[in-house]
Nanobody, 115 residues
Framework: QVQLVESGGGLVQAGGSLRLSCAFSGSIFSIYTMGWYRRAPGKQRELVADISSGGSTNYADSVKGRFTISRDNAKNTVYLQMNSLKPEDTAVYYC?????????WGQGTQVTVSS
């Protein structure tokens, strides 16, 4: 049973940085595509970034050049480094593990960016 636990959210001023972490357990981490999604108040959940088992990355246009996703297969962890944060980045951020069309989700971590 895959379990995902996010950490690293919090309150930060605009222009600041945060690093989110997602600890994976219950299966073979290295074969999963890992992603970060977010849901802002009143909006649908959207993809922020993902990283394949081979290390290929994909970003939402709104975060390109500011956010970086990475994975450490030795630590079974995926990271999201968020720089130059904006108030519109405020959301609950969710970790996702995907394999063969089946998704597992973490509980989410709140990121709040003040102006």
């Amino acid at each position: 049973q895959v379990q995902l636990v996010e950490s690293g959210g919090g309150l930060v001023q605009a222009g600041g940085s945060l690093r989110l972490s997602c600890a994976f357990s219950g299966s073979i981490f290295s074969i999963y595509t890992m992603g970060w999604y977010r849901r802002a108040p009143g909006k649908q959940r959207e993809l922020v970034a993902d990283i394949s088992s081979g290390g290929s990355t994909n970003y939402a246009d709104s975060v390109k050049g500011r956010f970086t996703i990475s994975r450490d297969n030795a630590k079974n962890t995926v990271y999201l480094q968020m720089n130059s944060l904006k108030p519109e980045d405020t959301a609950v951020y969710y970790c996702n593990a995907l394999r063969f069309g089946v998704s597992k989700w973490g509980q989410g971590t709140q990121v709040t960016v003040s102006s």
